[in-house]
């Protein structure tokens, strides 16, 4: 199993580097944190690999306020949380957010 975020930073037209991420998994009423890192130059990280991942609700939360303020702009949303479902604990999830200083989008991708 492998679960791994692309951050494109849609309005520059580039990766997005530098971006912290917090994998957490919602248990007992609230969430713990699983793994964290920050994305490389390619906007690439991965979060997770190898043992399968439980089932269950995950979040992922992007840190977009870092990633602007190295770039000299304050973005609108300084965190993106994003929820999802883990059903196959065995399938690879690949998981990119495009964003822009005001907008994000997140979705789900085959590669």
Not at 44 to 61: N, T
Not at 71 to 82: A, E, K
Request: glycine share 10%; with cysteine.
């Amino acid at each position: 199993m492998k679960l791994s975020v692309h951050v494109v930073d849609c309005a520059n037209g580039v990766a997005a580097t530098d971006v912290g991420v917090l994998l957490r998994a919602h248990a007992d009423g609230g969430w713990r944190d699983v793994s964290s890192g920050t994305t490389g130059p390619d906007g690439l990280l991965a979060l997770w690999k190898g043992s399968p991942i439980e089932p269950g609700v995950y979040q992922l939360l992007f840190d977009l306020d870092r990633y602007y303020a190295i770039l000299g702009t304050i973005s609108f949303y300084p965190r993106v949380i994003v929820e999802f479902r883990v059903s196959d604990p065995d399938a690879d999830l690949h998981l990119p957010l495009i964003t822009t200083s005001n907008s994000y989008t997140a979705f789900r991708s085959d590669s």
